[in-house]
């Protein structure tokens, strides 16, 4: 198989797949959670791709009702804490992606252990993005940008696509491959700077039923893809 450098994945539709099963929203989200885990370790295992980006948690998800809200941060909270030492026997690095200002000061601190514990790893590198949106990042990059211009660290000529993509909130490469899961096709405020040559793909199942043989087969129609970043062959 080809491998992908960087695969996005837009984790969606676990409500419904809960309220299909008369579950609670919040149910959905457990099952959710262990589907994930189990994607990541098996990537991490099959060394299928070198850098994969996670949407968990949106800047717009904190407009949802304060229960369900609050059990995402607990399962983030119980997640985050209990894999430690597991993720840096595996090898993975972890990032953090979004405004942790958004976040309660407990979880910011399971992040930044979880990002400390992983940071001598060279496998994997798992990009969570939580509290997170597009137009936010590229919002975010700016003020660094500005910041350094008024340090007199950058000059106007300075700033270019580079320089811009070296002051997002990690230096990852674009995004290649992009799943997003229960058959929506929109990108709701995603990785806006990195998704310019994606390779798009919406399969109808919902998260908690993507495993592995759903990822292989969003593998098998990446490869039919034919990526010409604008120029003819
Ligand atoms: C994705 O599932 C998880 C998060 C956004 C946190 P949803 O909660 O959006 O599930 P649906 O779209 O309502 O089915
Ligand atoms: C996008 O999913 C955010 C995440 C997957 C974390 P949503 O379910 O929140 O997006 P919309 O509301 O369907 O666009
Ligand atoms: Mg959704």
Redesign the pocket.
């Known amino acids: 198989m080809k491998k992908i450098n960087h695969l996005g994945i837009i984790?969606?539709?676990?409500?419904?797949?809960a309220?299909e099963r008369g579950l609670s929203?919040s149910e959905?989200?457990k099952a959710?959670a262990e589907a994930l885990r189990k994607i990541i370790l098996y990537l991490s295992h099959e060394k299928l791709v070198n850098y994969l980006s996670l949407y968990?948690?949106?800047t717009e998800?904190f407009g949802r009702p304060t229960e369900e809200v609050n059990y995402?941060m607990e399962l983030f909270l119980k997640w985050f804490t209990t894999v430690k030492k597991e993720y840096r026997n595996e090898n993975i690095k972890i990032y953090f992606s979004g405004r942790k200002e958004y976040l309660r000061s407990d979880i910011v601190d399971a992040m930044n252990a979880l990002e400390n514990e992983t940071a001598d790893n060279d496998g994997l590198v798992v990009n969570f993005c939580l509290s997170y949106g597009g137009r936010a990042e590229i919002v975010d990059a700016t003020k660094n940008i500005v910041r350094k211009f008024a340090n007199n660290e950058i000059t106007i000529n300075d700033i270019d696509e580079e320089l811009f993509a070296k002051n997002l909130y990690h230096e990852l490469p674009d995004i290649d491959f992009l799943i997003r899961t229960?058959g929506?096709s929109r990108i709701s405020n995603f990785m806006l700077w990195q998704i310019s040559y994606a390779e798009f793909y919406f399969p109808k199942v919902?998260?908690p039923d993507f495993d592995t043989k759903e990822l292989d087969k969003a593998f098998k129609e990446y490869e039919s893809r034919d990526r010409r970043f604008g120029k003819v062959k």
Do not use: I
């Open positions: 984790v969606d539709g676990n409500g419904r797949w309220k929203r959905g989200h959710g968990v948690f949106s998800n995402l229960s929506e919902y998260f």
